[in-house]
């Protein structure tokens, strides 16, 4: 079963802001689907308790904003890969501590920025995203604070978080495609973006990454509906046990 | 190198709303005070507890020793006049 | 430099301060009898005893062991839950589940941080249960095989584990009882959530019910199991309530939680796997069949079905997490004279002022 929702078809105005909302919300979705993975084998019990507080507010975000667009479970579990409009960051493994944090840092801050801007719309999207974004500031934050203390800690925390950095930067790009149904000055958002990451690396004594954002044929591609391998596996793993059960409630 | 991955322990003080002193709530293992900040929002404010947190690192806080129970605190118990049930006021005398 | 360790110094000294102050070592010389009398008084009127209170060294010593074994059953027991987060059949279940796991992961902290107060820290406390010294609930090792087992979870392991706690709110041991009042105070969800979702089941499709039932087949058992040994071969017990650290005996509490469930599970149409299970007039309480305290004893030796995973699994968390918990201590440890300079001309967060 898939939804009678197709955004890039659909004119009116209901349609263009359940499209924003599919976006918004799988990236809720997913990033707080990859950051539950972590219970239960965080470096530190604090960072438990940290990674599911981050977890839980995305997954309420999620929530409210597939709610807009249809039932939330349908949305959830029974769309295929390819009805997903999620950016690719959010469905990258976890891999190491250091790699989620730059996972968290560059996503949280896009986020950050993005919700920011939809608050001081008059679209409909404005009042949640005012709410959403006092959590994401704190996510943010913890982001950064990681992102610091990592970069600027022993050698070896230096290069996984280097490393990390480094890996997802060809994910980043495909952040600042526009959204239809989101209006807002996306340029100015992608050079918020780079001037804060970059100054929080800077303080990581980190490196920014070179090289491209986008990679060569997935520019804008989560957003469409392509993904990569790692995301197929992590839905499977999420809807098999609705999809195992047609019909049934919970 | 196993001394440097303890972190210190901090204790952990709440405000639960405006208008009440902080209050010991437990206490927490961070790296630094930033950090210790944050673990305690997260461990201790998660259901909404909290408008105001303080970490202290534990090793600052001086305490009074038991034994010395007698000294400290005895003199205290043994002024009711500091008290204001030790007045009798004629019943029927109001804003006292 | 400020360890765990140091802190453990600190605080045994601290704690011993009273005996230090009379030139002589707790618990044999002369002046220890007072201090015996007055911690007896203390507990016999049911005041609190306090850290800094002198203390016999087995009260210690038995407080910190069911302590520790209390956080380490809180975070060993993230583990079979957690495994169903990533599967949840819902929104709102997964947001459940994972505000339960984590406030799994804070009831181990605030029970560590009991601890802490009796000199013990937490990394030594860690290392015990990685090295196997010190133990967890045994109803961990068993798996969750179906999302059933979400439910049963919540409904039997978590209700028999209230009706072990609430008495504990009232440990005779300040900062372990305060730690239970938190922790009961927080846990009135895990419990119910637990039953609702049994419900869900139990009156959803006929495989759904049967997924109900046969996890609450698996789950009875061990659930009575987490009692503890009959009241007559259980070792710890009578000390521990003289103590006033333990409140009701294992087969006393066993008991309660048999009659509490049983017309729970009736609510719920579902049977529980015993036979035996009949209300009993005279002694006004539910008799139910032998508990087969074999398997007990063979999963608390390390044979359960799940020991060994839960073990590596805790330790591998630990170990990897090693470089950052290290990364952390070292850039606090460069920066610690920066920050107080900062700090100085008011930084961020500022300074406490009541």
């Known amino acids: 079963m898939t939804t009678s929702l197709n955004p890039a078809s659909s004119a009116d105005a209901d349609a263009v802001t359940a499209a924003a909302a599919l976006a918004l919300g799988d990236d809720a979705l997913v990033l707080s689907h990859r950051l539950g993975e972590w219970a239960g084998h965080a470096p530190v019990l604090e960072e438990e308790v940290a990674l599911a507080n981050i977890a839980l507010d995305l997954l309420g975000q999620a929530r409210v904003l597939l709610s807009l667009v249809g039932d939330e479970d349908e949305l959830a579990y029974l769309r295929e890969e390819r009805a997903f409009r999620n950016v690719q960051l959010v469905e990258q493994p976890n891999g190491d501590f250091a790699h989620t944090i730059a996972r968290q840092l560059y996503f949280s801050t896009y986020q950050r920025l993005l919700y920011g801007r939809l608050a001081e719309t008059d679209g409909p999207l404005a009042g949640l995203a005012a709410k959403a974004v006092k959590e994401v500031a704190y996510h943010q934050d913890h982001a950064e604070q990681w992102t610091v203390r990592l970069g600027d800690g022993t050698a070896e925390s230096h290069d996984r978080m280097q490393q990390g950095c480094d890996a997802l930067w060809r994910h980043t790009g495909e952040m600042f495609q526009p959204v239809d149904g989101i209006d807002i000055d996306w340029p100015e958002i992608e050079a918020s973006w780079t001037a804060s990451v970059t100054a929080v690396l800077e303080r990581a004594t980190l490196a920014v990454p070179e090289g491209p954002r986008t990679g060569a044929w997935s520019a804008g591609a989560g957003r469409q509906g392509l993904h990569t391998e790692p995301f197929g596996r992590m839905l499977a793993e999420m809807q098999h046990l609705h999809r195992s059960h047609p019909g049934a409630s919970w | 190198m196993s001394d440097a991955k303890d972190w210190p322990l901090w204790e952990v003080f709440v405000r639960s709303r405006r208008g009440l002193s902080h209050t010991h709530a437990g206490s927490l293992h961070a790296p630094d005070a930033e950090l210790a900040l944050r673990n305690a929002r997260d461990l201790y404010t998660r259901r909404g507890e909290g408008v105001s947190i303080w970490v202290v690192p534990s090793t600052s806080i001086t305490a009074s020793s038991p034994d010395e129970k007698d000294p400290f605190f005895e003199p205290a118990a043994d002024k009711p006049y500091r008290h204001p049930t030790f007045y009798e006021i004629p019943e029927g005398v109001k804003h006292l | ?354």
């Open chain 3, 1 to 354: 430099m400020a360890t765990a360790a140091a802190h453990q110094a600190a605080r045994t000294q601290a704690a011993h301060a009273t005996s230090d102050a009379t030139g002589t070592a707790p618990g044999q010389a002369p002046g220890t009898a007072a201090y015996q009398t007055a911690f007896d008084t203390a507990v016999a009127a049911e005041e609190r005893i306090e850290p800094r209170d002198w203390m016999p060294d087995a009260y210690r010593a038995t407080l910190v062991r069911q302590i520790a074994q209390h956080a380490h059953s809180e975070i060993i027991g993230m583990q079979p839950e957690a495994n169903w987060i990533t599967r949840a059949p819902s929104l709102r279940r997964k947001a459940i589940l994972m505000a339960k796991v984590q406030d799994e992961a804070g009831h181990g902290l605030y029970l560590y941080s009991a601890a802490e107060t009796l000199g013990t820290g937490r990394d030594e406390l860690l290392d015990k249960l990685h090295s196997g010294r010190q133990k967890y609930s045994s109803i961990f090792n068993y798996p969750t095989l179906t999302w059933a087992d979400v439910g049963a979870i919540g409904w039997l392991v978590d209700g028999a584990a209230i009706t072990n706690q609430v008495p504990l709110c009232r440990c005779s041991y300040g900062p372990y009882a305060r730690a239970m009042v938190r922790i009961c105070k927080e846990e009135s969800f895990h419990q119910r959530q637990g039953y609702e979702l049994l419900l869900a089941l139990s009156r959803g499709t006929e495989a759904q019910h049967a997924m109900a039932q046969d996890a609450v087949d698996r789950w009875w058992w061990p659930s009575l199991m987490m009692f503890g040994p009959p009241d007559d071969e259980s070792s710890h017990s009578a000390q521990s309530m003289e103590w006033k650290i333990k409140r009701h005996s294992n087969d006393e509490l066993r008991q309660r939680f048999v009659d509490i469930c049983v017309p729970q599970a009736e609510s719920l149409g579902l049977t529980l796997p015993d036979p035996d299970l009949v209300w009993n007039e005279e002694r006004g309480h539910h008799d139910f069949g032998a508990i087969d305290w074999t398997e007990f004893w063979e999963v608390l030796k390390g044979n359960g079905p799940c020991n060994e995973q839960r073990i590596t699994q805790r330790r591998q968390a630990h170990d990897e997490g090693a470089w950052v918990r290290e990364a952390a201590a070292t850039h606090a440890a460069k920066h610690s004279e920066a920050k107080h300079a900062e700090a100085q001309d008011s930084g961020a967060n500022g300074k406490a002022t009541a």
